[in-house]
């Protein structure tokens, strides 16, 4: 994940947990990626990857503050080194600053837009503001109606926070009607430090407190159920929301499209402006540094023992409330940003949200359990929408 304004924004959400890592670096927060290190690790991480796909994230802070001729020197440098390598490119945005010229070169490049929006405009501009406190949906909205203008595929990346898991139906049904096909959500799961200068407490800082838009665990498995409840009766194969589409992934045998759920670590590092690599997005802290494009390649970085350590932890670290669990091959303990909570053996790290996902798994496996069969036999998942009525009468497929 290529960050090359680091974490430098035109918002101010009052959940983000990286506005302050230019502080924790001790970088400058106004850097940006210089086009030494750009070439440097375009041509690095194409020759890491072991396929002949490659998928470049932009993410940030908000990288559209960098010109757009930076991206269009990534686009040639791509050409350059990837030889018979396919390219593809994904661009994180809040999309307040999208104009014409953006939209166009994401249309002919061909680049997927993910858009931060939360939900319904209540909902969204109760925490996701400008600089100077003034609400945001509108300028994402016309943002969003440039990029469907001009043709570019978006998705919507969006969080759930403790106003947003109170408005399941209220949130899902928004982007129906906006005619969003792609949903990702995430739980907002942040501690402030009792330790650091800085608000945001390291991973494995046992005494920091939650902060208080933080969603809890209960009502992160209410939300789920909702929302679920609503998909599975009407819009399986037609709305693809990546939880779901990740947890039925796992409850076939097959590698997920979401780390959290993963049963490894360490494939999701982050580049900063500066050419610093860090383990992983959540983990971008000095303690997780791995080395820099400038003086290192990406495959000694991510393949190096650090990392590899790094990634082995995540199934290594799991409680033995985990490792009993009926449901472990589904949540895989979740992500390891998350272990802060007390199992009920007494034993340290249980992901915060366990008692939610338990709730969640526990209401679809029957679902589950009907769309794994199908795709096991050739037929398709979204069957499970003529099959409701039976399976919320405890008619399990066989």
């Known amino acids: 994940m290529a960050k090359p304004v680091g974490a430098a924004c035109n918002l101010s959400c009052r959940y983000c947990y ?13 850097r940006r990626m210089s086009f030494e290190v750009l070439e440097r690790f375009i041509r690095g991480y194409i020759e890491a990857q072991t396929s002949d796909y490659v998928c470049f994230t932009w993410h940030g802070g908000e990288p559209s503050l960098m010109p757009l001729d930076f991206y269009r020197e990534a686009v040639r440098l791509q050409r350059v080194y990837s030889g018979s390598k396919h390219v593809d490119n994904c661009f994180q945005t809040n999309a307040t600053l999208l104009d014409e010229e953006w939209c166009c070169f994401f249309a002919e490049n061909k680049w997927l837009v993910g858009v931060s929006i939360d939900g319904p405009e209540k909902i969204h501009d109760a925490y996701r503001k400008d600089r100077f406190g003034k609400p945001t949906f509108r300028k994402v909205m016309d943002g969003i109606a440039l990029l469907e203008k001009h043709g570019v595929e978006w998705n919507a990346m969006s969080v759930v926070t403790d106003l947003t898991a109170l408005h399941p ?62 998909w599975v009766e009407k819009d399986v194969g037609k709305i693809f ?27 999701a590092g982050v580049i900063e402006a500066s050419g610093e690599v860090y383990s992983c997005d959540h983990f971008v802290f000095p303690e997780y540094k791995i080395g ?39 949540c895989n303990g979740e992500c390891p940003k998350n272990r802060f909570s007390v199992s009920s053996d007494g034993e340290y790290g249980l992901c915060y949200l366990c008692r939610g996902y338990y709730d969640f ?21 979204a069957n499970v929408m003529n099959n409701i009525d039976k399976l919320k009468k405890g008619y399990y497929y066989a």
Request: some cysteine; proline content about 2%; glycine content about 8%.
């Open 18 to 30: 990286y506005l302050e890592k230019s502080e924790i670096s001790g970088k400058k927060a106004g």
């Open 169 to 230: 139906v209220e949130f899902y049904s928004f982007f129906k009607e906006i005619g969003c096909r792609y949903i990702q959500f995430t739980p907002v799961v942040e501690r402030i430090s009792n330790k650091r200068q800085t608000r945001l407490a390291l991973p494995s800082e046992r005494d920091a407190f939650l902060s208080e838009w933080s969603v809890s665990s209960d009502m992160w498995g209410s939300f789920l159920c909702s929302v679920f409840d609503e």
């Open 241 to 267: 929301v990546q939880l779901f589409e990740s947890t039925l992934a796992n409850w076939v045998g097959v590698e997920p499209g979401l780390c959290s759920m993963s049963g490894h670590c360490g494939h």
């Open 292 to 330: 820099n494009v400038l003086n290192h390649t990406i495959t000694e970085m991510m393949y190096g023992g650090r990392q590899l350590e790094f990634g082995k932890a995540k199934s290594c670290g799991l409680t033995a409330q985990c490792r009993r669990c009926r449901f472990l091959f589904a």
């Open 361 to 381: 798994f526990s209401h679809v496996a029957a679902y589950m359990d009907f769309m794994k069969a199908e795709i096991l036999s050739g037929r398709e998942a």
